[in-house]
């Protein structure tokens, strides 16, 4: 064993209690995981046995190129640790909040219209077929159309393995989702069409068939899958490639798709007429919410849906509601 890696004999069964304390409690903790063997790392490489306010600094300062909020929410996990860890060892050292670097502002999504889909399809039909992606065209057109239709997580998109698809009824099976929460999500009639059609690609030798392969491959090897990261950087590109910004010319974030989807489903409700507010808590299982309050995050008062809000007010109250008279 390295000897540097050896010598936070300090850390090491403090980093295991508390993990093993959160997942007692039904946690997953695997980011939290691997933040803490990130810094562990960092603190036997400098070398030190511990943690302390010096190398804490360094370690902070090693990623500094991140994003406020990564970074912050690093911090947040080491001196959550730190907190527990002082149960026992009331001296030991723990990060004082006041100094982390702060939040982001919040940024307003990009609210992605269905054509603006169409273009991403067309754009993804285009890719070239890679040595070490065959079906990369095929990915990346299902992946963007089960984003936008069933409104899913870049995560449990990846995640989705072949068993958990029902092809004759276009049924998904998320599992180890966000909260611990496993669900299923009928798609809808042409998002069931496109599953069929990649599922023909799919299943093509080489590649690998068994029920645990992911459904989007990203090669011709067993469990070649996409990664988060690797299933965001192809679609940053699609937007690029179909030119997909805003009024102010904003490009959307991959989880704008999400709020996307939240959005067009309202709308929909609200031209087909149909009770809103009882439909919410279905938008919020579907979207593997706990409660609509989660959702409400994603519902954005756009121009259009108030378009549409207000014309479906006028057909209700209109003939009530008198014109003022000078």
């Known amino acids: 064993m390295d000897r540097k890696l050896s010598s936070t004999k300090a850390l090491d ?8 304390h959160q997942r007692a409690l039904g946690r997953g903790y695997e980011q939290e995981e691997r933040v803490l063997q990130h810094m562990r790392r960092f603190v036997a490489n400098i070398p030190a046995s511990d ?20 970074r912050r929410m690093r911090q947040l996990i080491v001196r959550k640790f730190c907190l527990y860890r002082q149960r026992s060892e009331p001296d030991c050292f723990a990060p004082n909040p006041l100094y982390f670097v702060r939040w ?14 169409a273009r991403m399809c067309v754009a993804a039909d285009h890719l070239a077929p890679q040595p070490g992606s065959p079906l990369l065209p095929q ?35 998320i599992r ?24 023909h690609h799919r ?24 990664t988060g990261t690797g299933m965001g950087q192809a679609i940053n590109r699609l937007f690029m490639t179909a030119q997909i910004v805003d009024s102010e010319g904003r490009r959307p974030r991959v989880h704008d798709v999400r709020h996307s989807f ?13 009770d809103v507010q009882s439909s919410l808590p279905k938008l919020a299982m579907y979207m593997g919410h706990v409660s609509i309050v989660s959702t409400a995050h994603y519902l954005h008062f756009v121009p259009a849906l108030q378009e549409i809000a207000s014309d479906r007010f006028q057909a209700a109250c209109g003939a009530i509601i008198k014109e003022p008279t000078t």
């Open 13 to 20: 069964p403090w980093i295991a209690a508390w993990l093993a």
């Open 51 to 70: 943690l302390d306010q010096g190398n804490f600094d360094l370690w902070c300062r090693s990623f500094q190129h991140l994003s406020s909020t990564t």
């Open 104 to 117: 982001s502002p919040y940024r307003n999504p990009v609210i992605i219209a269905p054509e603006q889909i």
């Open 139 to 173: 990915v990346m057109r299902l992946a963007i159309v089960i984003l936008y239709t069933a409104g899913l997580r870049r995560g449990e998109l990846v995640r989705l393995t072949l068993e958990d698809v029902e092809i004759q009824t276009g049924v998904l099976r």
């Open 176 to 199: 180890a989702s966000k909260f611990h929460k496993a669900r299923t999500v009928p798609l809808s009639p042409d998002a069931s069409a496109e599953l069929r059609r990649y599922w």
């Open 203 to 226: 299943l093509a030798p080489p590649l690998d068939t068994r029920g645990h392969a992911p459904l989007l491959c990203h090669g011709q090897g067993p469990g070649r899958g996409y």
């Open 262 to 274: 939240a959005v067009e489903a309202l709308m929909r409700w609200y031209r087909e007429g149909a």
